[in-house]
C-alpha cells in the first residue's frame, strides 16, 4: 500500500494534501497497489473528497490531541498506521508539519527517507529511484531508496491536483496516542492571499521600487493575477515589506509556475529561492541585470511604466476569458 | 545548561556546481567550503547568547574528515566552547543523524540546535531523525527562542503564518532566519579557538537506506525572450498561450 499523510491544519485540507494524495495515486498505480490517505485530528471536514483525488480507502485518527501536530506524537501515530496498514511507501508533503516529521517516521520505519522530491520515481526492482532539487537549485540528484519500506515528502506545487474519482467514506483507525510535549499556545495567521510556499503566481518586487510607498502598482498586478506578493532581502531587511514576504536563500525557497520579478536585480542568493519557479518574468530596467539570465521572458523598462501597463492588459484579458 | 549545536560543511552559496564524468559525486576542485549559513548565524549564535546570558557550554558537532576542521574551528572562534568531530564521510542524513544521536545519548544536552536545512542537499532532514533517535521533541523553523528554566518558548515560521509553542527541554530545535544576527569572529574569539578542545570520535556502525546515484545540472533555460515594454499585451498572450500560467 501507499500511504499519504494528508495534512489538515485547522481541519481543513491542504492544497499541497491534493497535490500528496495525486502523486501516491501515481505512485501506487506504478507499483500495481492500493493507495490510501490518512488524517489526524477530530475536526477535519470532508476527508473523504481525497478519494476523488486518488485515495481507494481514507482513513482518520480520531483525537484532538493531534490537532496540534507535536511531531513526537504524530509521527508515532503515522509509523503504526503504516505498519498496522503493511504500507510500503509513505508519502508526506514537504511543508512544516511535514519536515518535522518525515525523519522522525524514517527512523521509526527504519525507512529510507527522500524529502522534497519534485518528479515521480522510478522503480527497479525494489529500489525506487527519484529525483529532487539539491545545491539550492543549482543540481539534481537522483536518489536510490533500498529499503522495503520508503518515505517520500514531496515539493509543493511538483504536481497538479488531479481530481478524477469519486469521494469515499471515512475509516477511523484505533490507534493510542502518546502524549505530547509541546503545546500550541497561540498561532497567528496571515490574512488575505494563499500562503506563498502554496502560491502559483508570485508577483516579487525589490529594491528598484525606491521606496515601500510605491507597492501599490505591485499590489494591484498581484490583485489582478491572483497572486501572492514577495520580495528581495534589502526590502524586507529595511522593513520596507514584512519579513514572511523575503524569498531567497535566507528568507523561504518557493517554486510558484509563474515568478514575475519587478526591480530585483537576481543576485545568487536570491535566485536560490525562486530558480525552480516554472516560468520567470523579469522587469528591469538593466538590461545587464543578472536575473535575465534566469527569466524566460524579461521586460526591459522603467518598472514604474511597465508595471502599470501589465496590469492593465493582465485585466483586459481576464475580463475577456 | 548543556548546548549541542550540529553543524555541516557545504560549498559556498555562490560556488560554481560540477559533477564527475559519470555524474555519480560532487565535484570539489575549486570550490570553497564554509559553515552551513543557517548552522552558523541562527543555530550557533543562539546557542552562544544564550549561554552567555545563562552559563553553560555550547558543543558544537560535525560529521566529517579532517579537512572539516577548519570549519570547527570557526565555530570555536564564534563562540563554542568545546568541539566534537565524527571521524565519517557524511554520506547520507540518516547516517549523520545516527552519529551524532549516537554521540549525544550519553551527553545529556538539554537543547540541540540545527540549521533549518543544509544548503547542498537541502533536505531538513537531519533534526527530525536525531529527534527521533534520542525520543526528545522537535521544533523545525524555530525563528524565536527564549529560555524560561526548563521550558522555551519558541516561535516559529508555519506556512502563512507564525505559531508560537512551549517545549520542555530537553529539545531538538531547527533554527531559521530571525533567530540571531550573523557574528564575525574576531582576533581575540579565533586565538583562543586554536587552543579550545577539538575532540575527534570514532563512528559507529549504522545503514543507509538511501543516497545519490546520479548528479545532473538542470536543463539549460532555452534562453530570455525579451518583449517590448510597449507590448504587455504579448507578453500577456505569451504566458497564456505558450507559457500556459495564466
Ligand atoms: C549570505 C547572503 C544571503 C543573502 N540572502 C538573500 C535572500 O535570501 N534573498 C535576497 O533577495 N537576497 C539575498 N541576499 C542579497 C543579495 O545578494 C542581493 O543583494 C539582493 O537580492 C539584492 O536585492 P534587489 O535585487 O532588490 O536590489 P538591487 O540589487 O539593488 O537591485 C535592484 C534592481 O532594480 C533595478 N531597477 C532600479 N530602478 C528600476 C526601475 N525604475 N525600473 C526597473 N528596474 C529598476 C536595478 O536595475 C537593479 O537590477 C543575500 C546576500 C548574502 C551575502
Known sequence: MVLIYAESPNGQLKKAALEAVTYGKHVADMLGVECAAITLGNNVTDAGSLGKYGAARVFNVNSSNLNDLDSQVTAAVLANAAKNLNASVIVLSHTSTGKSIAGRLAVRLDAGLVSGVNALPESNGDTLLVKKSVFSGKAIATYAINSPVKVLSLMGNALRPEATGAPVSVETLDIAIPAGKVRVKETKTIDGRVPLPEAEVVVSAGRGMKDPSNWGIVEELAEALDATTACSRPVADSNWRPHHEHVGQTGIAIRPNLYIAIGISGAIQHLAGVNNSKVIVVINKDTEAPFFKAADYGVVGDLFDVVPRLTEAVRKFKAST | ?246
Not at chain 2, 548546548?3 to 560532487?26: H, M, Y
Not at chain 2, 549523520?96 to 540541540?112: H, R, T, W
Not at chain 2, 545532473?216 to 510597449?230: C, N, S
Request: with cysteine.
Open chain 2, 1 to 246: 545548561m548543556k548546548f549541542l549545536v550540529c553543524i555541516s560543511q557545504t560549498p559556498d552559496t555562490t560556488a560554481k556546481i560540477s559533477f564527475n564524468a559519470d555524474g555519480t559525486a560532487f565535484n570539489p576542485a575549486g570550490v570553497q567550503f564554509i559553515m552551513n549559513p543557517y548552522d552558523e548565524w541562527y543555530a550557533l549564535v543562539r546557542a552562544c547568547e544564550l549561554k552567555e546570558a545563562l552559563g553553560g557550554t555550547v558543543v558544537a558537532i560535525n560529521v566529517g574528515p579532517a579537512t572539516n576542521e577548519t570549519t570547527i574551528r570557526k565555530a570555536l572562534a564564534i563562540g563554542a566552547d568545546e568541539a566534537v568531530r565524527i571521524d565519517a564521510e557524511p554520506h547520507s542524513s540518516a547516517y549523520v543523524a545516527s552519529q551524532i544521536g549516537a554521540y549525544a545519548k550519553a551527553e545529556n544536552f538539554d537543547l540541540i540546535f540545527l540549521g533549518k536545512e543544509t544548503i547542498d542537499y537541502n533536505g531538513s532532514e537531519v533534526g527530525s531523525m536525531l529527534a527521533e533517535h534520542l525520543d526528545l521533541p522537535f521544533i523545525s523553523y524555530a525563528s524565536k527562542l527564549e529560555l524560561n528554566g526548563n521550558m522555551a518558548t519558541v516561535e516559529r515560521e508555519i506556512e502563512g503564518g507564525v505559531q508560537v509553542l512551549e517545549v520542555e527541554l530537553p529539545a531538538v530545535v531547527s533554527a531559521a532566519k530571525g533567530m540571531a544576527e550573523q557574528r564575525i569572529p574576531n582576533m581575540r574569539g579565533i586565538m583562543m579557538a586554536r587552543s579550545k578542545p577539538l575532540k575527534v570520535v570514532q563512528p559507529v556502525e549504522s545503514t543507509d537506506h538511501a543516497g545519490v546515484t546520479r548528479f545532473e545540472l538542470p536543463p539549460a533555460k532555452a534562453g530570455v525572450k525579451l518583449v517590448d515594454p510597449e507590448q504587455m499585451d504579448e507578453l500577456v498572450r505569451l504566458l497564456h498561450e505558450e507559457a500556459k500560467v495564466i
